[in-house]
C-alpha cells in the first residue's frame, strides 16, 4: 500500500492559509453550532445531546462473525437513582452514527435515531414507573411504564444520492433500572428492546452501565494518578470515576457489506474497501421556543452540537477555544488540528506531572508525525512490527480526519488484549475500539511515545505508564447490545454508591 506524505498533508503554505482561514471564520462561540464527558463549555450544558463514547468492532458474539457493532452513548453521569423522570432521549435530537468508506472525511453512509415521548397516564404524580396497575414493570408495554419512548432508524446513503429511508420503526426502549420493586429481573427487561433488523442486524436503544474505564480525578488534578504509587505497575491502584453510573446506549449491529464502498466483504485487509471511518453526531434545530405549559417547540434545519470519534481528543488534545468549534465540524475539516496533533500539550504536562513524583522521562519531539497516524491519517500496512497487514489507512484519504478507522477485514481475536495493538491484537483500538479495550492505557502510551512507531521512546515508564484502572465494575455482556446491565436505582440494605464518598487518604500522608 502507498504510504501517505506527511510532508504533503501537513506542511507547506497552502495548509497555513487553510488553517487560518478556517480559526479565521469558525464561530467558536456561536450557540447554535455547538465529546464525550462535559468535554466542552457548550457540552455541560446540554447534557441530552452530549455524546460520551463510541464503538466500532467485528461482532463478537458466536454466530455473528459476519456483521459489525456500531455503539454511540449520551447523557453522562447519570446518578442510577435519579427519578422520578429517569433518562430519556430528546425527541428534539437527531443522533446519527456516520460512516466515512472512501477517505474522504465525509458521511457515505449514517443511521439516523429519532424519539417520541409517550405518556400513559398524566394524571400520576410519579414518572417514568408509576403505580397504574401494582407498580411492577414487566415489559415494554406494562401499563406501569409510564414515560415510554418509541424510535425510528433510518439510514441515508449518500453515496447512491438517497435521502434517508426509514429501515425500522415504532421500536421501543427499556425503561431505567428503577430498582428491585418497579423493574424486577431488569436484563431480560431490557433485551426485550433488542429489535431485528430487515438485513439480518439489531438495534438497540436504552440504559446501559457506563463502560468507561478512566480514572478521571487523577487525570484532571495534573494527572494526580494514584496509580503512580504502584510504580512500576501502573495498572493497578486507580478509582474508576465512572463507576456506578449510567449511560444511554444507541448501539446498531449490520451486515460488513452494508457499510462498504462497493457493498461487498473485503477479501483481504489490504483490499480497497477494507477500512471504513466511524464517528458519531448530535444534532439540534436552529430555533427553539418555549411555550406554558408545553415542551420545547424546535423548527428550521438541525445543525450539529456534538461530534465524537475518538476517545479523549476533544477533552485531552483540542484547545479550550476551539473545543465547542470541534463539535460542529465534520472530519473533512479537521485540517485544523493539525498543529495540536503534530505538537500536542498533553505529553508535556504528563511529564512535568511525573517529575514532580520523582520521575523523569524523555517524549518525542514534534512533530508528532506518530500520532497523525494513529488519528488523523490510519497507520500504513507494513509499518507494525509483527502485524505486517494491518493498515487502518482507507484508500483513498485525502487529509487528517480524526474519526474511528476500523478494518473490517480483522476477524474477531480469539485471544483479546484490553490494550489492543500495543497488546499484539490488532482486532481492538485504534483500530475500531471493542467495548472493554483500555482506551486511556493505550492513548498515555501512545502520546508519550510509548509504541512501535517511535522506537527510541518505546521504554520504561514510556510504554508502561496507565491511570490504574483496568477493568469495568460491571461485566460487559458476550452478546449484543454488549455493555453491561445498568446499576439499578435502588439496592435495598446496601449503600451502592460509595464511591462517591471521600476517598481515604494514603497512610503515607496521613499524619497523626
Known amino acids: ?64 462473525e459476519g456483521f459489525v457493532t456500531l455503539i454511540s452513548n449520551f447523557i453522562p453521569f447519570q446518578e442510577p437513582s435519579g427519578g422520578p423522570h429517569f433518562y430519556l432521549f430528546d425527541d428534539t435530537v437527531l443522533y446519527e452514527i456516520k460512516i466515512d468508506n472512501n477517505g474522504d472525511g465525509v458521511e457515505d453512509i449514517s443511521y439516523q435515531f429519532r424519539f417520541t415521548t409517550e405518556i400513559v397516564n398524566p394524571n400520576t404524580a410519579l414518572g417514568m414507573a408509576a ?19 418509541r424510535y425510528t432508524v433510518s439510514r441515508r446513503d449518500n453515496t447512491t444520492g438517497k435521502s434517508a429511508t426509514v429501515i425500522a420503526s415504532g421500536l421501543r426502549t427499556p425503561p431505567s433500572n428503577v430498582g428491585q420493586r418497579a423493574t424486577p429481573n431488569y436484563a431480560a427487561l431490557a433485551q426485550q428492546a433488542v429489535s431485528p433488523l430487515p438485513n439480518g442486524g ?17 487525570v484532571f488534578d ?28 444507541i448501539a446498531i449491529e449490520v451486515p460488513i457489506q452494508a457499510l462498504t464502498r462497493d457493498g461487498q466483504v473485503p477479501s483481504s485487509t489490504t483490499a480497497a474497501n477494507a477500512v471504513i471511518g466511524v464517528w458519531s453526531t448530535a444534532s439540534r434545530q436552529t430555533t427553539r ?67 514532580l513524583e520523582g520521575i523523569n522521562i524523555n517524549i518525542p519531539p514534534a512533530p508528532r ?22 493498515t487502518t489507512v482507507i484508500q483513498g484519504t485525502t487529509g487528517p480526519h480524526e474519526y474511528q478507522r476500523l478494518n473490517l477485514a480483522i476477524p474477531p481475536s480469539a485471544n483479546p488484549s484490553r ?29 508519550l511515545g510509548g509504541t512501535p512507531f517511535t522506537p527510541a521512546f518505546n521504554v520504561f515508564p514510556n510504554n508502561a505508564i496507565g491511570d490504574g484502572v483496568d477493568r469495568n465494575d460491571v461485566p460487559f455482556l458476550t452478546v449484543f447490545p454488549y455493555l453491561g446491565t445498568p446499576h439499578s436505582g435502588n439496592i435495598r440494605g446496601s449503600r451502592p454508591h460509595d464511591h462517591h464518598l471521600p476517598r481515604p487518604l494514603p497512610s503515607s500522608v496521613i499524619t497523626p
Not at 436503544?205 to 478512566?214: L, N, P, S, V
Open 202 to 218: 439489531q438495534v438497540f436503544a436504552g440504559q446501559r452501565d457506563e463502560g468507561f474505564t478512566i480514572d478521571l480525578g487523577g
Open 131 to 149: 403505580v397504574n396497575e401494582d407498580g411492577v414493570i414487566r415489559s415494554l408495554t406494562d401499563p406501569d411504564f409510564n414515560e415510554r419512548q
Open 222 to 249: 495534573i494527572f494526580n494518578l494514584s496509580a503512580i504509587d504502584n510504580a512500576p505497575n501502573f495498572d493497578q491502584g486507580g478509582f474508576g470515576t465512572f463507576d456506578g453510573f449510567n449511560v444511554n446506549t
Open 419 to 447: 490494550l489492543g495493538l500495543l497488546g499484539n491484537d490488532p482486532a481492538g483500538f485504534p483500530n475500531g475500539r471493542r467495548v472493554d479495550d483500555d482506551v486511556v492505557d493505550i492513548e498515555l502510551r501512545a502520546v
Open 289 to 355: 421556543v418555549i411555550r406554558p405549559a408545553r415542551r420545547f417547540q424546535s423548527s428550521g434545519p438541525f445543525a450539529q452540537v456534538s461530534r465524537l470519534g475518538n476517545p479523549l481528543v476533544n477533552e485531552l488534545i483540542v484547545p479550550l477555544g476551539l473545543k465547542d468549534t470541534f463539535n460542529t465540524l465534520t472530519p473533512a475539516s479537521d485540517a485544523v488540528l493539525v498543529p495540536v496533533v503534530l505538537d500536542p500539550e498533553l505529553p508535556r504536562n504528563i511529564r512535568t506531572a511525573l517529575s
Open 369 to 390: 508525525t506518530d500520532l497523525a497516524q494513529i488519528f488523523a491519517l490510519g497507520i500504513p500496512a507494513g509499518s507494525v512490527p509483527g502485524a505486517p497487514t494491518f
Open 1 to 64: 500500500m502507498r504510504r501517505l506524505s506527511f510532508r504533503k498533508l501537513f506542511t507547506g503554505g497552502i495548509l497555513g492559509l487553510l488553517v487560518f482561514s478556517l480559526l479565521a471564520s469558525i464561530p467558536i462561540h456561536n450557540p447554535s453550532q455547538a465529546s464525550s464527558h462535559r468535554e466542552a463549555p457548550l457540552r455541560t450544558s446540554d447534557p441530552l445531546a452530549d455524546n460520551t463514547d463510541v464503538y466500532s468492532f467485528r461482532s463478537t458474539e458466536s454466530g455473528r
